[in-house]
């Protein structure tokens, strides 16, 4: 009996331990870590253009490019088309093919399940779903032809997803379970119902008639206590995305469930955003969107977060709202690789937003480095222990020139109190004609090392500085040096800063096109 009862511990703890090797995510302040290997893990990443993958051949000349783009993740769709061309037999060759060339090239992935729906659509179910709209029925519209998206309300399109996708973490399981190539799993892609707020039919209408679940009723009230969609949460547009948003929310909840059963590393959605004034239906209803996060923290608990894809200008006002207690930001599209702000909102996200991620689109087709992006990212991998050591603890700030919705470049500096200074960030470069500065690619971050050491990285700002609370009130630079960490972390101090550089004591600059780190110590004087 004693025996048993050792071997069930031994096992259990083996199990426990090998559970803890998986990527995972673990509490750090405010935010969370993505935990791979053992360590924190920081994504440099980005996502190929959608069929880009499907080809290892189309991939072989990109893999040493991505690489040399200082990118240390890339994010890949896995198709549900490929890997389950006949109902029931697995074809794991495009798997495979990943996993192997992105380790022969010592990059890690996100792999995006792409199965019932990409974008709203249904382009990659294989053909025996697409062609079977008796068993795998699709969304009713009100009238006019069938559209290419299949309906969240029936089980056997759920299953079949389900059945697809457990299998493939199985698999997963097996291929990457100690190599851990795989970091985390995107699941599905930009969810949303197009061209109408909710699905019609007559399983639809009656669900929507039916009571709102109590489960969604905590975490989402409306405007009573208890009754149907309608009376919860109105009959109009914004009620029936709320039933929308629950019904994929559910759906996605049944994936990673058995997902995870499988092989249990992180999951999340990402979301299509929704442009001011635009009505459910024209933009992705009931997607995971800003105004729905709740509803989909209720309808699929076991999801690790919520993403939003970022293609509007407003980049630092979207992904702001993605950043909250109970959600880490990661962005898996960062817009087009090929933008020009990249950088800046890269900089943004990690240093004021503790984004665990960065992933600007279609990032293949972006030029040979070195280009702005592989500059930046060769910035932040220099800065990724110091980086990761602060994520979640109130000790980084981030800064870019505000973008309105509509891609206003705003000239207003901003103020960040870090370690009892105040830091005066403009945008405008002294040093450089204001007809040839792009203020929209300009932003930074500092990391705060306590008492009066900082570290600036950063394009185009320019920094000057208070003191905040007791204590003299003025604030020289004692030291300023451009530099850079070495392979082993270590800084490696280059030129020191005193003149010209910083104004003669007044303002710390990082020019404008160049991104690079700074060391600097401040001191107070009356
Ligand atoms: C967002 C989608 O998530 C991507 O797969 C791709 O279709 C891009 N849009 C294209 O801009």
């Known amino acids: 009996m004693k025996t048993l009862v050792a071997f069930a511990f031994t096992a259990a703890l083996a199990c426990a331990t090998a559970q803890a090797a998986l990527p995972h995510l673990s509490k750090q302040g405010s935010t969370q870590q993505l935990i791979v290997g053992g360590k924190p893990y920081l994504i440099l990443g980005g996502e190929l253009g959608n069929s880009s993958a499907s080809s290892a051949e189309y991939m072989r000349t990109h893999w040493p490019r991505l690489k040399a783009m200082n990118l240390n993740t890339v994010l890949a769709p896995i198709e ?11 074809d794991w060759t495009s798997v495979d093919e990943l996993l192997r060339d992105a380790r022969a090239h010592d990059l890690k992935l996100v792999v995006l399940w792409f199965g019932a729906w990409k974008n709203s659509m249904s382009t990659y179910v294989p053909s025996w779903v697409k062609r079977d709209q008796k068993r795998f029925p699709r969304v009713q519209v009100a009238s006019g032809p069938s559209v ?39 699941v599905e892609n930009e969810i949303g119902m197009l061209p109408i707020a909710r699905e019609r039919g007559a399983v639809a209408d009656k669900l929507f008639a039916g009571p709102v679940p109590a489960e969604l009723l905590r975490k989402f009230p409306g405007a009573k206590s208890a009754g149907s969609w309608a009376q919860v949460y109105g009959d109009a547009d914004a009620g029936q995305e709320v039933f929308t948003a629950w019904h994929y929310a559910r759906f996605v909840e049944a994936l990673v469930v058995a997902g995870k059963k499988r092989y249990d590393i992180p999951m999340f959605v990402n979301a299509a955003l929704n442009r001011t004034g635009r009505k459910p239906g024209e933009y992705p209803s009931g997607g ?10 209720a309808g699929a608990p076991s999801l690790d977060f919520l993403a939003p894809d970022i293609y509007f200008p407003n980049f630092s006002q979207l992904a702001a709202k993605f950043n909250r207690a109970d959600n880490m930001l990661f962005i898996p599209e960062a817009n087009n690789a090929t933008n020009s702000q990249g950088p800046a909102n890269a900089f943004y996200a990690f240093g004021e937003l503790d984004s665990v991620g960065f992933s600007p689109f279609s990032i293949e087709s972006l030029g040979d480095a070195p280009n702005a992006l592989s500059r930046s990212y060769e910035v932040f991998a220099q800065l990724t222990p110091l980086i990761l050591e602060n994520r979640g603890k109130a000790r980084m700030g981030g800064f870019r020139a505000l973008i309105e919705e509509d891609g206003t470049v705003s000239d207003a500096p901003v103020k960040k109190v870090l370690g009892g200074f105040e830091l005066n960030v403009t945008f405008i470069d002294p040093w450089t004609p204001r007809d040839k500065q792009t203020l929209g690619d300009h932003g930074g971050m500092v990391i705060w090392a306590g008492r009066e050491d900082f570290w600036f990285a950063g394009q185009g700002i320019t920094v000057t500085f208070k003191g905040v609370g007791e204590g003299p009130p003025l604030v020289g630079i004692d030291v300023a040096e451009e530099g850079r960490f070495d ?40």
């Not at 029936?154 to 299998?167: K, L, Q, Y």
């Open 148 to 186: 290419e998206v299949l309906s969240a309300f029936s089980s056997e399109v759920r299953d079949a997803d389900v059945r697809a996708f457990a299998a493939f973490m199985e698999y997963l399981r097996r291929v990457d379970g100690e190599k851990n190539t795989v970091l985390m799993v995107q």
């Open 487 to 526: 392979s082993s972390g270590k800084w490696s101090a280059g030129r020191r800063l005193n003149g010209d550089q910083t104004h003669q004591g007044r303002h710390i600059r990082l020019p404008p096109g160049n991104p690079q780190i700074q060391r600097v110590r401040l001191y107070r004087y009356r």
């Open 80 to 90: 549900w088309d490929l890997v389950e061309p006949v109902e029931g037999r697995f």
């Open 288 to 297: 995971p969107l800003p105004h729905l996060l709740d509803v989909w923290k």
